[in-house]
């Protein structure tokens, strides 16, 4: 039996790890640092957390690890869930040792961010578990499982997840649902004793993910009320579940979504659940700017300097017309693009969406000399080239399936029902996945491409491998995360865009492989405004793909003026969208003089840090980005109802120094201006939080820009 405890503390959250035993190691307390935590003070803090049982239950309290044990006293969720046959279906898990911080640990150890690794099996022999528990430098928890079979006989993985202890207090749940075209729509309902389960069963994250799941105290917002989140890293079938037991335990957890049959270990195999990532906070916005810190950490960091681009999605569709596609080119130079993107039609038969789709060649028909000269045209422009790819999927029209019908993921002799007229390619097995890579390494190696958008348009239904139908959704996605990472090993500065019908592919395992996200097909700004509000909850600005949109959008028919959709569009990775060959000459001037106002401050609005105001409701959006120095700040004040919304008496800044005088400035005014606004205003970061100023009254789907600087 283990004797160790261990205190993780870093950028203002203690988490505390009691492996006292018996059993796996439990989160004691996760929460707001605690100073001094010294030996005494968390042996004090662990016998008073100690728990009574009720009437009728067992003689001591259940010990709720980290992965819930049944055989505790537990009766909520199971973490591991399994067996051999009907055998050791519920695990007594011992741990046999524990390291932190790299050394093993008896006793009590602390100390600033870092890891702890536990080693445990079972009483038979038969499973070995590892858990590894990280606090990291930004205050973010993390924590995943791998579970090993150590016997002949084989072990049946049900399910697999891991939960983080919440307090009394936060009784209120915030996730999201959704879906294509609106993504990430915010609900809120209460934690009630029993459990809020999210299955997502789709093969991909979804438009209708749960996300984030956060529990906090009853009406928190962005800026106060204590929140405590989970999110799970994975990009496939995967839960998310918030839980309260009659005892009054709350937890938070998630994992994988096995499928039946999915995972079985043979001897000294082994299955590895996501990480599930856990972050604290006073207010939504400290629980997203931890999560923004550590994708900023990533060795792949993107940074804030990145490159505007325009994609011909919207602008041509299928028509690929080389003099028009190079007109698109010089007018988006011109205007500033540094980046210029080839979407689908370039492959194959594929005219229109009923074809083509797997056979990963030029088409000769359309580009007789190749992509060469389109692509000449652009570097001499000065920009990127990008091109799209969907590697995962397949026409049942196309080369690809006429040679390889045994490649489509099928549960049974009958393909699944279609979905945009496409199949699902097996991945999994080894010759489709040499197949699609060489293609792509082809078309890679032949061309001078910077960026690939890398789409993935349909839900993974019936995903079986033939000829039997054993399902196959992990392998897959274990696939297309190495299928990433062989891309990028071949070519390492290649940046990759993950798009799913828009925002259907967006969690931190994808982001490990990836340098942006595509936030919805739908790019009218109205939507879009909700859309690049709640998407950057887990993702920072840089990350969000983020484009000006054609006056009329294409999706809602919705018109806005270029105003309107420029500043909505700033606030991301900022693209163009729209055919500029059908644009008046005032346009392309306006465009450029947006671009421009994002090139002088990209280095504030991709690299800020997120703030959302609370108090004006839906009607007005207040959002924006302060430097992480707090020398300066870029704020938006947005207008949603209609016909006219009312606009607040005063407009609040947070997020700036108290004690600073700040010049705050206001950016592109429109409507009815109040009195100051022709001047430049001096006020402290307190004043400008705490009274705020008086704001002009605009018409609906407008945005009012100020810049504050120290």
């Known amino acids: 039996m283990s004797d160790a405890f261990v205190a993780l503390t870093a950028d203002g959250v203690t988490v505390l790890i009691d492996a006292v035993g018996p059993g796996l190691p439990v989160i004691a307390y996760w929460g707001p640092a605690l100073p001094g935590l010294d030996e005494p003070a968390a042996r004090t803090l662990l016998l008073l957390g100690e728990g009574v049982t009720g009437s009728n239950a067992q003689d001591l309290p259940p010990r709720v690890a980290i992965v819930p044990e049944h055989r505790t006293g537990w009766t909520g969720r199971p973490g591991l869930r399994g067996s051999a046959a009907g055998t050791g279906w519920s695990p007594a898990l011992q741990i046999n040792s524990l390291r932190a911080y790299g050394d093993e640990v008896r006793g009590f150890a602390s100390g600033g961010p870092g890891q702890v690794v536990v080693e445990a099996g079972d009483e038979s022999g038969r499973l070995a578990l590892l858990v590894e528990i990280e ?159 550590h994708l900023r950490s990533r060795d792949r960091a993107v940074g804030s300097e990145r490159p505007v681009s325009l994609n011909v999605w919207e602008a041509v569709y299928f028509d690929h017309d080389l003099d028009r596609l190079v007109a698109l080119a010089e007018l988006a130079a011109g205007a500033g693009a540094e980046r210029y993107v080839l979407d689908d039609g370039w492959f194959g038969s594929r005219r229109d969406d009923t074809s083509g789709l797997g056979d990963w060649v030029v088409s000769p028909d359309v580009w007789p000399d190749g992509l060469h000269p389109l692509i000449d045209r652009v ?71 910077d960026y690939i958008k890398w789409d993935h348009n349909r839900d993974l239904i019936d995903a079986g491998t033939q000829p039997g139908g054993e399902p196959g959704v992990h392998e897959q996605t274990l696939a297309f995360y190495r299928l990433l990472d062989e891309l990028r090993a071949a070519h390492p500065r290649l940046e990759i865009e993950s798009c ?169 005014p429109t409507g009815i201006a109040p009195p100051w606004w022709g001047s430049e205003a001096v006020l402290s970061g307190a004043a400008l939080e705490h009274a705020g100023v008086a704001v002009p009254r605009v018409r609906p789907d407008q945005v009012v820009l100020y810049r504050a600087d120290a």
């Open 500 to 668: 799913s019908s828009g925002g259907g592919r967006v969690d931190l395992e994808v982001l490990e492989r990836t340098d942006r996200v595509w936030v919805s097909d739908n790019i009218d700004p109205h939507d879009r405004q909700h859309m690049l509000r709640w998407t950057g909850q887990l993702v920072p600005p840089e990350l969000l793909g983020s484009h000006i949109a054609s006056g009329r959008s294409h999706v809602t028919g919705r018109r806005h003026d270029l105003d309107f959709r420029a500043g909505t569009a700033i606030f991301g990775h900022l693209g163009i969208e729209w055919d500029l060959t059908s644009a008046a000459p005032e346009e392309i001037d306006a465009l450029g003089e947006w671009i421009a106002f994002f090139k002088q401050n990209r280095g504030l609005l991709l690299a800020g840090d997120l703030v959302r105001m609370d108090g004006y409701g839906d009607d007005v959006l207040v959002h924006g980005v302060v430097a992480p120095d707090r020398s300066a700040a870029l704020i938006a004040m947005v207008t949603m109802a209609s016909p006219y919304p009312d606009p607040p008496a005063r407009l609040r800044f947070r997020g700036l120094d108290p004690d600073r005088p700040y010049r705050l400035r206001p950016l592109r």
């Open 135 to 293: 606090l990291l430098p930004g205050g973010l928890l993390r924590a995943r499982a791998t579970v090993t079979n150590e016997h002949d006989q084989p072990y049946g993985v049900e399910d697999l997840v891991l939960s983080f202890p919440v307090p009394a207090e936060a009784a209120e749940l915030l996730d999201f649902a959704g879906r294509h075209n609106l993504e990430r729509v915010a609900q809120r309902a209460p934690l009630n004793t029993g459990l809020h389960l999210r299955e997502n069963r789709r093969g991909r994250t979804g438009a209708d993910s749960a996300y984030v799941l956060h529990a906090g105290e009853p009406g928190f917002g962005f800026a106060r009320g204590r929140v405590w989140a989970v999110h799970t890293a994975f990009s496939g079938n995967h839960t998310h579940y918030a839980e309260r037991v009659w005892s009054g335990e709350q937890r938070l957890g998630g994992g994988e979504l096995l499928l039946a049959g999915e995972v079985r270990l043979a001897r000294g195999e082994s299955y590895a659940s996501p990480w599930i990532y856990g972050s604290h906070g006073d207010g939504l916005d400290e629980v997203a700017r931890r999560f923004h810190r």
């Open 379 to 449: 570097k001499q422009l000065g920009m990127q080239f990008g091109l799209w790819f969907e590697p995962e999927m397949v026409n049942p029209d196309s080369e690809l399936a006429r040679e390889h019908p045994e490649w489509v993921m099928t549960a049974r002799a009958d393909w699944p029902v279609e979905s945009r007229r496409q199949q699902v390619l097996n991945l999994g097995i080894p010759a489709a996945y040499d197949h699609v890579k060489s293609q792509m390494l082809a078309i890679l190696e032949e061309y001078a491409i």
